[in-house]
């Protein structure tokens, strides 16, 4: 029975372990320090709480967290492994821009730990859907199998050592950067006295576009303030030669705004749902 | 039988002006120094050329012109309509952000002429096709009656002077920016060696994306050059209090990159055709 370990209990973590728990695996877990939420969400899970070095015993071990705290993790499992001749794979699936993952590999100099590049694209998993899907980069040696082999679906991509966030990063610009210009654009007709027509027109002649906006723009409220740093890592992942930095820097701006906004006096919420709530025509 | 002027016999002034004779309207039109091209593109579509004051006969004035040259058309019209009591009213259909219209109407100050703000949506008019849309809005008179009898499709916007210009600003802002997010989203998977997985991914989980993108994206490559200043039109009219506009010069960067791309190396052109034709599985 196959023996992972996870780093990381959040709402991800906890179902990425399920899904491998109810594939007949073991998850171990490192839980030192969290907060009682955190730790109520892993045995929930069925995931093991055991010793930092004792998440070595693992076949994989596996990051999971949120950005800030990828190369942390990455240090604990360099320390943990630095005295064994043959410690397990270690998978960083973190949403971080491919220089953090270089940076976060090099946390492993001179050890023997084999590192590898991972994204998670999709929501958590759930009973009865097959996603998200895990991508994984520069896995030669197929060490992802044995989660492939629990019930996760993963893709090898056949590029280098982040060439897996870097897809994350191209992905995440689409999906997010259109909702963050379909706000901008609403707002602005909003206040232009242009909104019915806009949405009308809209339904008309791109009506997948607007179907799509209607649907992903107050799937955003909640999560616009998240989606500030996650444009501001795009932008740094694009670099300063590549002009559509400069677009992603406008929407960090404009999902900061959001985010204010929702947590404050919701006028520019107000002003979307206004729209988005109209008959199409 | 209505008689109208088009002031510019462009691919979309003709084809409007064309629309209007096939509904057995009468078209003037002003072509003392214009090319010979564009003379006979008038005639060809049947428009009458006269003299600078015979257009003033119609019962109603247009401006289909580039958005550089709107504000010397409105000027010439506010000239030869200065002497009259009851000059035609006028419309600028023009792609004009809404401040450059309130600094077009500001021209007939004084005058009795009646300015109207319009915007086209859509391709110009062909035969069997019922588009494009122009909006106009501020016609509570429905000055703009007389060319919906004659088969434009005709939208009167309940707004100010400026909020046809807005909707058009904010549709292209959507429709146009789409593409400039897609284009640099697929150039940067291309340089990290992502690109395979991005495609197959947004195919799946994003399938109208997909595929409005590899519609849309070589649609963009001989038009990249016109929609620089397109998208700079944008960021003025989103003003500097709007996050936004940081998007918009951004994008006329991503833009800008392609026209010097596809007039040269076409390196870039290469590397979004070789994505968007790769089955998407």
Redesign the interface.
Request: contains cysteine.
């Given at each position: 029975m196959p023996n992972f370990a996870i780093i990381g209990s959040g709402a991800m973590g906890s179902a990425v372990a399920k899904r491998l728990i109810d594939h007949g695996a073991t998850v171990l877990t490192y839980l030192e320090g969290r907060s009682e939420q955190t730790i109520a969400r892993a045995k929930a899970a069925g995931m093991v709480p055991v010793g930092r070095q004792e998440l070595t015993k693992a076949e994989l071990i596996l990051s999971i967290v949120p950005p800030a705290e990828a190369i942390k993790v990455a240090e604990l499992v360099a320390d943990i492994s630095s005295a064994m001749s043959a410690p397990p794979p270690f998978i960083d699936l973190n949403a971080i821009a491919?220089k953090t993952m270089q940076a976060l590999a090099a946390r492993f100099e001179g050890s023997s730990v084999e590192v590898l590049d991972g994204a998670i694209?999709?929501g958590p998993p759930v009973t009865g859907k097959s996603?998200p899907?895990i991508?994984i980069?520069g896995d030669i040696a197929e060490r992802s199998r044995p989660l492939e082999d629990c019930g996760l679906r993963i893709?090898r991509?056949?590029?280098?050592l982040?060439?897996?966030s870097?897809?994350k990063?191209?992905?995440a610009?689409?999906?997010k950067?259109?909702v963050?210009?379909?706000t901008?654009?609403?707002?602005?007709?909003s206040r232009?006295?242009?909104a019915?027509?806009?949405k009308?027109?809209?339904s008309?002649?791109?009506p997948?576009?607007d179907?799509?906006?209607s649907g992903s723009i107050p799937d955003m409220y909640p999560k616009a303030y998240r989606w500030v740093a996650e444009m501001q890592e795009i932008a740094d992942?694009?670099g300063e030669n590549?002009?559509?930095?400069?677009?992603?820097?406008?929407?960090a701006?404009?999902f900061?705004?959001m985010a204010n906004d929702v947590e404050g006096s919701r006028v520019l919420v107000e002003q979307l749902d206004e729209i988005i709530g109209r008959p199409g025509s």
């Open positions: 491919p694209i999709g996603g899907t991508y980069s893709r991509l056949d590029g280098p982040g060439a897996a870097a897809l990063m191209c992905y610009g689409i999906n950067g259109f963050g210009l379909g901008a654009m609403l707002l602005a007709a232009s006295g242009a019915e027509s806009l009308a027109e809209l008309e002649s791109l997948d576009i179907r799509r906006l992942f694009l590549d002009p559509a930095a400069t677009i992603f820097r406008g929407m701006d404009v900061s705004r």
